[in-house]
């Protein structure tokens, strides 16, 4: 492990391979699961603030739900997450004629529809953050939904950290991640990674 301020990353977040392969995975990262995604709490006032706009790329399934208990609520462990449809899809997908499951947060984001990308811990996703006293850990969650990501990674030597800058640096700012690009290099070096 490493710790920038007061940030603890696992080795493996630097040393393991991951590239989204949304081609062979069709996105199942936002159908599967046991739970929605995790939210911090200002980012329910976003999610309400947008509904609006995806109202009409959300399935009628979804719709209902959203109707019936809101945009999240809280899981068995006491987090806010996502809602979900009929214990699998979070309630914000939405499919293309191919099948490929797509954030429609993400999609009128790209449209520019809103200004909101989508819930921080589905844009660093593999990447988990947990908040342990007063660090905050960042860990690699492996999922066999993403085995192809995975490969992509490897074949790619794409490591996680180096995917995932955009919202790394959106969840701790340029400087954290420049310091966290600097240590994996150092790492590097020393045959560590």
Known sequence: MIQIDDVVVTLDVLREKF???LDVCKGECCVEG??????????VAEL???LPVIWDDLSPEARAVIDKQGVCYK???GDLVTSIVNGKDCVFTCYDEKGCCYC???KAYRAGKVDFYKPVSCHLYPI???NYGSLKAVNYHR????????LLGEKENVPIYKFLKEPLIRKFGEAWYKELDIAAEELKKGNVI
């Open 19 to 21: 590239l989204c392969n």
């Open 34 to 43: 046991d739970a929605g995604a995790p939210l911090e709490k200002e980012e």
């Open 48 to 50: 309400e603030r947008v």
């Open 75 to 77: 899981d068995e462990d």
């Open 104 to 106: 429609s947060i993400e």
């Open 128 to 130: 988990r953050v947990g």
């Open 143 to 150: 999922w066999s939904v993403c085995k192809a990501a995975v």
